[in-house]
């Protein structure tokens, strides 16, 4: 698998490159710095002055960045894969997206900032926006991932299940964890008045038929070399999801886009975005 690690020095970003000794050995390792060179704000400042001061301002981060990418190198972890550097100029989530197109990256890693749902709605995020759009899968680091035992697995139905086990077919961990397939379902009251025995009933019958598909995914899981449970619950998928997380301790939520990519992933939103808002878990977003 290519996997690119976008850098910018902050503490996240470190977060991210140390993210990668939990990682299975990458079968090229692209470590990618972006130059966003600020332009004069001087609107009556010469042409000519203007260029010369950008042409300075990008010399110094050049070799700012340089120093950074270096760096980056020397804190890798034991057996990564081989080490390319990229360094380039202009808006950090249009670089990464394009470099990821075209190594045709199977990961993208990267760490988040945290600008907040306001915020990052009114002027974007790099994290959100290569979520968004980038390809591949995406692992997104709010803060640090301490280790890699326990994953949530969220699935909503069919079409997740088939491309988690896709995923997961590949061994992208260097160890395989333990993986909880969780799934949440939504109160299944009928529109006609029932007693409460009945609700409870069919609500019970919703939950076992959850648990039988997370069964049959576990089952096939295992022939991976995986180790599984299983846990269903009723309410609303992100509520639901955050809860398990932090019942369960989880290092890391795994979780699928539906396919969604680009203009329909931002007009319809998606569980993985809202994660990315509210949770303060690392994130890992399969295809």
Request: proline fraction near 8%.
């Amino acid at each position: 698998m290519q996997l690119l690690l976008a850098v910018d020095g902050s503490d996240n970003s470190y977060e991210a490159v140390r993210s990668l000794k939990y990682l299975a050995r990458a079968e090229a390792l692209h470590l990618l710095h972006v130059l966003d060179v600020p332009r004069p704000a001087y609107p009556f400042m010469m042409p000519e002055v203007a260029q010369e001061m950008y042409q300075t301002v990008e010399r110094n981060m050049r070799d700012d960045g340089a120093r950074l990418l270096d760096r980056i190198v020397s804190l890798l972890p034991l057996d990564t894969g081989p080490v390319t550097k990229h360094l380039v100029v202009g808006p950090p989530a249009d670089q990464i997206v394009a470099l990821a197109e075209q190594l045709n990256a199977g990961l993208i890693i990267l760490g988040s900032r945290g600008l907040g749902p306001i915020k990052e709605r009114l002027v974007g995020s790099v994290s959100h926006r290569v979520l968004t759009f980038g390809p591949g899968a995406k692992l997104i680091l709010p803060g640090p991932l301490k280790r890699l035992h326990h994953i949530l697995l969220p699935l909503q139905g069919s079409y997740d299940a088939e491309h988690a086990l896709s995923f997961l077919q590949q061994k992208p961990f260097r160890e395989p964890p333990t993986v909880t397939l969780f799934t949440v379902l939504p109160h299944t009251r009928p529109p006609w008045p029932v007693d409460a025995v009945s609700a409870e009933h069919m609500e019970s019958h919703s939950l076992n038929t959850g648990k039988n598909f997370l069964g049959e995914v576990a089952a096939k899981l295992r022939q991976y070399g995986y180790q599984t449970r299983v846990s269903a619950t009723l309410g609303t998928p992100v509520d639901g999801i955050l809860e398990e997380a932090k019942a369960l301790t989880a290092d890391l939520i795994l979780v699928g886009s539906r396919g969604h990519r680009g203009i329909t992933r931002m007009v319809l939103g998606s569980v993985s975005h809202a994660l990315l808002h509210q949770g303060t878990y690392p994130l890992m977003i399969f295809g």
